[in-house]
């Protein structure tokens, strides 16, 4: 009894350590993660480089590797650098669906919608913006449902469908209202005015400026200021206004501390070329030249090359037309040499993630490998002691029964010996005969496998598989045509000659669009792709099933109208 207690409490304490250090190990990796938090506002730079390099070794448990995506993210944002890959949101996306709060579901849609839009995979991208938008209203978090929204018309705007986009900038201004962020509305109102003058609405779009105008002067913040004055002087060079243009753009590059009124400057000299005033126009692109800044140096040599140009200064137009061309060529170069450096730090980053997981699991293999021995040897331990106990009370009475057994053993010796030259006889034959069913039953199944790629690989079918995969949006016509029906029949006739007959023995009066429809599940194809080929939502197409099935007086307790006319009708 006592070796019993002593394996039992070495099983508790080893279970017991095992729990505590894994408790410990969970709880170190959360608390780095709070510190990181708590850091985000203060150093964003050291949290995103920290946070991302635990993330490309991929050494993080499933909780911090998440809550580290989502922190990543916002460091990112608040220092300008790339976000997460689209496989790293999607992964953690699945566990802020099972475990985290609607809030941080929103803004994963989110930044995976922007993931997404670097990929340039825009409908993914919209799908996601759209699913962070309701997530979003759906706690109130109007903000967020604004940036939301201001990147959906972003998306918009980039797929040329102003309409859109101004639906969407107006529907973030009125969120940026709700929730009191002023600077954001403004610059929303600012979005809203392009929009419309995109539309040749520029009359509107002065109003919504004026909005941004005034309010921009309460903010008393350049950049909204800045952005605000170029969008008049945009509007009013539409609208043919040079002279008001002129103005909004100088008062723009008056306070532009940054980009030291560049972008207007440049904005200003490419008005007076296109309205013929060369002198002005020469004049401003000095002041741009005059920077020692170096920004914008291509489009300074392109509008040098069309000031010329209209000149009639061909030799000089040619000039700065090659400088711009070496610019042009230099940033394409960079560009791509930058873009190719992205790509190979994913491809490493992906080599490591995936070299680190495998490590991972070997590594958790042996673990639960070296417990579950450690385990077994006790539990074994155990059951030794408790059968060796069994077996000392036993052993008397196990004597007779053997002795007993012994005598019975040899009066039934003669007996099974006759019967086993009976049952190895009987053995053979039946072996013969399972043989044989074994392989009718496989020749049965090679064949229908082989009719049912026929039948895929034919043209009809390779065009129907084509046709259920496409999807049409407003399509209110059956895709597959009568030439095609009549292609399924003759493809079913080649490939099941006995068929019709067979079909016509279930229902000598079948129609023939139920004999059609009949060759057509032949193709297996799902309830959904059926229903888009046959252009009728998935319930009907249980309908039809269910109506076939008492046309051919069939009843099933199981399987599908296919399996049935594949494995009754055709075996037979």
């Known amino acids: 009894m006592y070796k019993i207690l002593l394996v039992v409490r070495c099983l508790f304490y080893f279970f017991f350590s095992i729990v505590c250090i894994s408790c410990n190990l969970k709880s170190s990796q959360q608390i780095q993660i709070e510190k990181m938090e708590f850091l ?3 150093y964003p730079d050291s949290v995103y480089f920290v946070l991302d390099s635990l993330i490309n070794e991929n050494d993080l448990n499933e909780i911090c590797f998440a809550k580290s995506c989502l922190l990543v993210s916002k460091a990112a944002d608040k220092t300008d650098k790339r976000l997460l890959s689209v496989t790293d949101y999607e992964k953690v996306l699945c566990w802020y669906i099972d475990c985290g709060t609607i809030d941080e579901q929103g803004q994963i849609n989110y930044y995976l919608g922007r993931s997404y839009l670097e990929d340039m995979q825009y409908e993914k991208a919209m799908n996601a913006y759209l699913h962070a938008l309701s997530l979003f209203k759906k706690i109130q978090d109007y903000d967020s449902a ?8 972003d998306l918009f705007e980039i797929q040329n469908d102003p309409e859109s986009a101004q639906r969407n900038y107006e529907l973030a201004a009125e969120y940026f209202y709700k929730s009191g962020n002023t600077r954001s509305y403004t610059l929303a109102l600012k979005d809203i005015a392009r929009e419309l003058a995109f539309q040749d609405s520029c009359e509107l779009a002065l109003s919504y400026l004026e909005r941004a105008d005034s309010l921009a002067f309460v903010l008393q913040d350049s950049i909204v200021k800045i952005a605000v004055y170029n969008s008049f002087g945009n509007v009013y060079r539409i609208m043919k206004r040079y002279a008001d243009s002129e103005k909004y753009l100088l008062r723009a590059a008056a306070i532009d501390t940054v980009m030291c009124g560049i972008p207007n400057l440049l904005a200003l000299s490419d008005l007076y070329i296109e309205v013929g005033d060369w002198d002005r126009a020469s004049d401003y692109l000095a002041q741009v030249e005059n920077n020692k800044s170096g920004l914008y ?6 509008n040098q090359y069309k000031l010329y140009k ?15 061309q070496d610019v042009f060529d230099s940033s394409v170069i960079a560009s791509n040499e930058a873009n190719l450096l ?15 997981q495998r490590l991972k699991l070997s590594q958790q293999i042996y673990v639960i490998l070296f417990i579950l021995s450690i385990f ?58 399972n043989k044989l069913e074994d392989e009718i039953k496989s020749l049965n199944e090679e064949l229908n496998r082989i009719k049912k790629k026929q039948l895929l690989n034919s043209a009809i ?42 079909i016509l023995e279930l229902c000598p009066g079948i129609s023939d669009s139920d004999w059609r429809y009949c060759c057509f599940l032949l193709f297996n194809f799902d309830v959904k792709s059926e229903a888009i080929l ?9 309908t039809r099933h269910f109506r076939m099935r008492q046309r051919l007086n069939i009843q099933l307790d199981k399987g599908s109208l296919y399996d049935y006319l594949i494995n009754d009708v055709l075996s037979d």
């Not at 604004?146 to 018309?153: D, L, M, R, T």
């Not at 992205?342 to 995936?354: A, H, I, S």
């Open 40 to 42: 985000l506002d203060l």
């Open 310 to 324: 209209v000149q009639g200064k061909y030799k000089e137009a040619l000039f700065y037309l090659e400088q711009y």
């Open 342 to 356: 992205e790509m190979e730090k994913k491809y490493d980053k992906l080599k490591v993630q995936q070299e680190n």
């Open 461 to 502: 079918g390779k065009k129907l598989l084509l046709l259920s995969q496409k999807h049409i949006p407003g399509n209110t016509k059956v895709l597959i045509s009568e030439k095609m029906f009549k292609a399924i029949e003759k493809e079913v006739k080649i490939v099941y000659p006995k068929f019709k007959s067979q």
């Open 376 to 433: 077994i040897l006790l539990v074994v331990s155990l059951v030794y002691v408790l059968f060796k106990k069994r077996a000392k009370d036993k052993i008397h009475s196990q004597k007779a029964e053997i002795l007993q057994f012994n005598i019975d053993v040899l009066n039934l010796s003669f007996e099974l010996e006759q019967k086993k030259r009976l049952l190895d006889s009987m053995k053979k034959e039946c072996l013969v005969k």
């Open 534 to 542: 046959l252009c009728v939502n998935p319930a009907s197409v249980w």
């Open 146 to 153: 604004a940036y939301v929204s201001s990147y959906i018309a």
């Open 297 to 302: 140096i291509d489009m300074v040599k392109y």
